[in-house]
């Protein structure tokens, strides 16, 4: 009997795995990649729709980012079926002699625990990552993508999985390692691009049916931009009140009118406000408040109507909600950030509006006259244009004099919330300033006796009132 050249050596090879061990470790190997593949995205859109709660914005994707988690979902999932496909290759394969079986159960256990590891951190730091991110109402998966930032790094893990996947392998297929090793690197690639081609949950229908619930993706929606403004959470003792030009939740309408999500006609607004105030005790009806959404084309004499009925059922505490000028991230972050008010009390429902007259003002006072053309500052005999005057300076000199805002009717809200968080603006800063010379601190960080210190030497004496 003839010996074959190397008998001694003899590597190890597919010639030793049956016909049915390789046909199903193919078999295998596909549904496990696309049953992994197909976990991995439902989980991430689920996720992110867990961040969806009408009015608020949703953890969204763009078209490349989502194509590029796809493509990494779809080459991790490559590599796990790949996986069971060497388990049932090479794993207790009687045709193997004693020691290359024994060696290559090393070898399919060291890959399959390695693989399986890094799985178990991955799921974990996803977790996390939602969990610090993904919250919702706190809008910060605006504020830090891996997409942008570290995209390459997801690239590295799917090559050092690859590579791992083949370092025992490689050493016991005598002179065919690299061709077995290039095959499988073209089969990798070719099952990850068809499977990434696969969108399970973040399809057009369901984008179209979420933007279509989103009151701030409507391309009519237009948020007044302000100097000033600090952050607003939702809280569920604060009503959010939308006004928003004609649209396809408000049709054949001047303005739609949302109360917490809901359209309401605005006969029936008080009573709305009357529901909401009924929801609490009478204990808990100071801290009531009213989150105010408002399109920055509508006219204030709509805004002060609105802000009449707040008062007169005892909803004084008022945010109006802008849009930052100063920003860091993308603009869908900033839908929390308000300009806190107080409004006057107008006494019970069903008064009527209160009017004042702004022709005469205390001597002291600082009268802004806000028109439909432009907005002046009426003190001690001289006028000037509100946009020609350094406010800050302004509020430097005459920390005391109270400032009377008299607007116009057909005054758009935007030029209010304009000339308001400029106002604002100025006067933070002389606190912070003032702050951090008196105490070494940020305003913001002050608190008790220090605080009160600061806002006594900057206090902020505004009112605002219609005129006709």
């Keep these: 009997m003839t010996l074959k050249k190397g008998f001694l050596h003899r590597g190890v090879g597919f010639k030793e795995t049956s016909n049915l061990r390789r046909v199903g470790g193919i078999i295998a190997g596909l549904l496990t990649a696309v049953f992994f593949y197909l976990l991995l995205t439902t989980t991430s859109g689920m996720l992110r729709l867990m961040t969806f709660s009408p009015p608020d914005l949703w953890w969204e994707l763009r078209p490349e980012e989502l194509r590029f988690y796809n493509l990494f979902f779809a080459g991790l999932a490559s590599i796990l079926g790949q996986s069971v496909c060497f388990v049932i290759w090479f794993d207790r394969n009687r045709r193997f002699n004693k020691g290359s079986r024994l060696t290559m159960i090393s070898a399919v256990h060291d890959q399959r625990l390695l693989l399986w590891f890094f799985i178990h951190w991955f799921f974990s730091l996803g977790l996390m990552y939602w969990s610090f991110f993904g919250v919702p109402l706190s809008h910060g998966y605006f504020t830090f993508s891996f997409y942008d930032e570290y995209k390459?790094?997801?690239?590295?893990?799917?090559?050092?999985?690859?590579?791992?996947?083949?370092?025992?392998?490689?050493?016991?297929?005598?002179?065919?390692?690299?061709?077995?090793?290039?095959?499988?690197?073209?089969?990798?690639?070719?099952?990850s691009l068809a499977l990434s081609r696969i969108n399970v949950i973040t399809n057009t229908e369901l984008t179209e049916f979420v933007h279509n619930n989103l009151l701030f993706d409507q391309p009519n929606f237009d948020l007044p931009g302000s100097a000033f403004s600090k952050r607003v959470y939702p809280r569920n003792n604060r009503a959010r009140i939308y006004v928003t030009l004609e649209n396809e939740f408000a049709k054949s309408r001047k303005y739609g009118l949302f109360v917490n999500e809901g359209l309401v006609d605005e006969v029936n607004f008080i009573s709305e406000l009357i529901r909401f105030k009924a929801r609490f005790h009478e204990a808990e009806y100071g801290l009531l408040e009213a989150l105010l959404y408002i399109d920055g084309r509508v006219d204030m004499g709509y805004v002060e109507k609105l802000k009449w009925q707040l008062a007169s059922v005892g909803i004084t505490k008022v945010n109006y909600m802008v849009m930052p000028e100063e920003r860091s991230y993308d603009v869908?972050?900033?839908?929390?950030?308000?300009?806190?008010?107080?409004?006057?009390?107008?006494?019970?429902?069903?008064?009527?509006?209160p009017h004042f007259s702004c022709t005469s003002l205390k001597p002291g006072y600082a009268g802004i006259i806000a028109t439909a053309d432009d907005v002046m500052l009426s003190f001690e005999g001289s006028t000037q244009k509100f946009a020609d005057i350094n406010w800050k300076n302004w509020i430097y000199q005459n920390p005391d004099a109270p400032l009377i805002l008299c607007k116009e009717s057909q005054v758009k809200y935007r030029d209010y919330i304009e000339t308001l968080g400029t106002l604002w603006y100025a006067v933070d800063e002389l606190r912070d300033e003032y702050a951090k010379e008196m105490f070494n601190e940020s305003f913001s960080w002050l608190y008790g006796e220090e605080e009160n210190a600061v806002r006594k030497k900057y206090p902020f004496r505004f009112a605002d009132i219609p005129i006709e």
């Design 332 to 353: 869908r972050y900033y839908q929390n950030f308000g300009i806190p008010a107080r409004l006057p009390n107008s006494g019970m429902y069903g008064s009527p509006m």
């Design 152 to 191: 390459y790094l997801f690239v590295f893990f799917l090559v050092v999985l690859f590579m791992q996947s083949w370092t025992a392998f490689r050493r016991y297929f005598a002179k065919q390692g690299v061709k077995w090793f290039s095959i499988s690197i073209l089969g990798i690639v070719s099952v």
